[in-house]
């Protein structure tokens, strides 16, 4: 039985088996590459979907003949558990093919708690964990992402660590690998890339009871050419709902706001925007050939971009059912014709990072924000669209007091008399860690006895219904600094982690039974310095003492260098130039409806895809075949649709219907665009025009059941699911294997 059978073999054994068939809308096959590239998410399917970073460089290497970029994510406990019952290694999702058998293993780390997943990726592989123990044999491991501003955890396990923009360094690395293979003049070349790491290069010291490697000092990687490309092409599309729907647009990258507590903003200077002109186009394009509906404008700090209020004007006349989401927005940023605009859709939630109650401690941070500003913005959304309100703050940060706690409760108070009941607020609460190259790298976790107590204050005030709040878990952030501000003793810590099967439900013992006050207080060291440069050590020390004195610093983009170290000849701020035109929206004849009974077959691997999550994809289908759907009135715009006899996953199909009406024909073309672009085994069969949409009251249902063919008459009381498998079950009189099971079709009255 070869490997893609017995990964079939036990789909329906677990939960969301669609996390791992692949066979996505995009997918790319490429069977005679050169170079093989599995690149994992150290989090589950739907996680890892929503990562920018995979987005990016499986756009990136679409078009490269001699290159395939497959992905591969961490599966669930209960698959982990079937893969190893069956010897099963850790595969991808385009060819199903082990991971150990691929040229290089690439691992993106959003997040320091997720270092144990990802070697846990690696032991899933049957790959040696220790670098040392590994061959020419294995693949060349390869870790990246947002976190390893410290990479010495990692440094026993990879070959390569690339710290800063993937688009500039994993390409690179990637180009010479193909040139030179495996050799000693590849990783002599690679040497010299900013941003990258070889670990084999550096030798390990110990300090004052810390372990770590000292060599040559790297510079962070820096894409230059961010400004002068396009947002990238949506290439894939998933299968399911559960993860993030949305088309993500980098804005630009980079946030001169010079929050004290960020790493991100350091990480991603200097200041630099996407052409708006760019932006609108591509937009225009993925909602004409993807049927994208839902934009999500990313950046660190999306008000700041320049051409904001034009690109959301041009959003707006680009589609009437668009939906357009701000993350990352600042209370001052915001302007009040953008809120005119998005009020009238439906957006139902804003989201503000305040991260302090107190005008004081924010000024000791750097954030920028005051009451002031935010009761202005209230003013502006009270009577607009929006019903839900969502902040967060931190805990823990430098100077705070339980006087600055009460300041949250106070400020809660006030927001919610403003915004009335109407509205529901939603409040996040997480534990400020300290991050190496930021002004705070040094400064201490709150200890355990003044979380409590400052969590219980918050308890005890904020007890208004409209109002919930959501609490951190001490020991996450414990680990987090622990992992972040690491040395190689760290990297023992992580394998023993491994050996436990659920260490995240064991976390407060594990913090227990280790010492790790070195790494949470009285920090002092800094012995990443050794191996890359990220900012200027002068400007992270006079940072720290303007926030012990509450002093701001301004946005350097707006004002004076503050001499952070990063920009250099070669990379400068840069700015949008303005909108040239602005779209004209596509007209649509709105008078007749034309009403459809379509018959579509799922089987393969599409028997694993939910009802619900099925509807979704053949929705989007017909719309990217250039079907206009008719849609509700109202805030939500949702397609007018009826679907019938939804079944169990695993039963494969051949008789699946849904009724719609819609404001143009279909055709033989519009048939023929939506079977090319459809997954394998979903397949349009018939579009029946009707007059009217069929009754459902008594329908019957074709099966073949055990070889032989069954007709169950199931009226509507009894409903479609589960009716259908226990109608089924009953028949037989004994359980019934899903593989047994196949639908052919409904007879409607």
Known sequence: MNLFNKIE?????????????????????????????????????????????????????????????????????????????????????????????????????PSELLYINGLRMIELSNIPLYRKDRGEDSPLLIAGGPTLSNPIPLFPFFDIIFVGEAEFGFKKIIDLYNKYGRSEDFFKRISSIDGVIVPKNYKNIEKQGFNFPIGNVIKIGKWSNFSKTPPIDEVLIPLTRIGEARYEVELMRGCTQGCRFCSAGSYYRPHRERDVNKILSRIKKQIRNKATKSISLLSLSTGDYSQLKSLVKGLLLLNEDIKISLPSLRLDSLESEIVEQLGKRKITSLTFALEAGSERLRKVINKKITEADLFKMLARIKDKSWRTVKFYFMIGLPTETDEDIVEIINLIDRVRKVLTNRFQIN?????????????????????????????????????????KIRYPFYFSSLM?????????????????????????????????????????????????????????????????????????????????????????????????IPLKTLPIRKQIDRKTTYRYLIRFKKIGLMRFISHNDLLYIVVRLLEMSGLEIIRKKGFARNE??????????????????????????????????????SPNGLDLIEAKNVQAKPISKAVKYQYIVNGKKKIIEINK?????????????????????????????????
């Open 717 to 749: 009381k009894d409903g479609n699911f589960p009716s259908i498998k226990k109608t089924l079950l009953a028949l037989e009189n004994k359980e019934i294997s899903i593989s047994k099971i196949k639908k052919l079709d409904i007879l409607f009255e």
């Open 480 to 576: 987090e600094t622990v992992f972040a501000r690491g040395d190689l003793n760290i990297s023992k810590l992580l394998v023993d982690l491994l050996n436990k099967d659920n260490w995240y439900s064991e976390i407060a013992d594990i913090a227990g039974q280790n010492n790790f006050e070195r790494y949470l207080r009285n920090f002092k060291m800094d012995y990443w310095c050794g191996i890359i440069n990220i900012t200027n050590k002068e400007f992270l020390k006079i940072e720290y003492e303007k926030a012990l004195s509450g002093d701001e610093t301004e946005d350097c983009f707006m004002g004076k260098c503050t001499n952070c170290g990063i920009c250099n000849k070669a990379l400068q701020p840069q700015k949008s």
């Open 427 to 467: 409040v996040t609460v997480s534990i400020f860690a300290p991050k190496p190259n930021t002004p705070f790298e040094n400064c201490d976790l709150i200890t355990y006895d003044d979380y409590r107590r400052r969590i219980s204050i918050l308890k005890a005030g904020i007890h208004w219904k409209n109002v």
């Open 9 to 109: 073999k036990i789909l329906p054994e677990v939960q969301y088996p669609q996390r791992y068939i692949g066979n996505e809308i995009g997918i790319i096959h490429k069977k005679n590459s050169r170079i093989k590239i599995a690149f994992g998410f150290p989090d589950l399917y739907e996680l890892g979907m929503s990562n920018l970073a995979i987005k990016i460089f499986y756009d990136l290497f679409a078009k490269e003949k001699e290159i395939a970029f497959e992905r591969t994510f961490l599966p669930g406990r209960d698959m982990i558990s079937k893969m190893a019952e069956n010897s099963i290694p850790l595969f991808t999702l385009e060819s199903f093919d082990p991971v150990d058998t691929y040229d290089v293993f690439g691992i993106t780390f």
């Open 640 to 677: 007018k649709l009826t679907s019938y006899g939804a079944i169990p996953i695993g039963i494969e199909s051949m008789g699946e219907y849904i009724y719609l009406e819609l404001h143009n024909r279909f055709s033989k073309g519009r048939m023929e665009r939506f079977n090319v672009i």
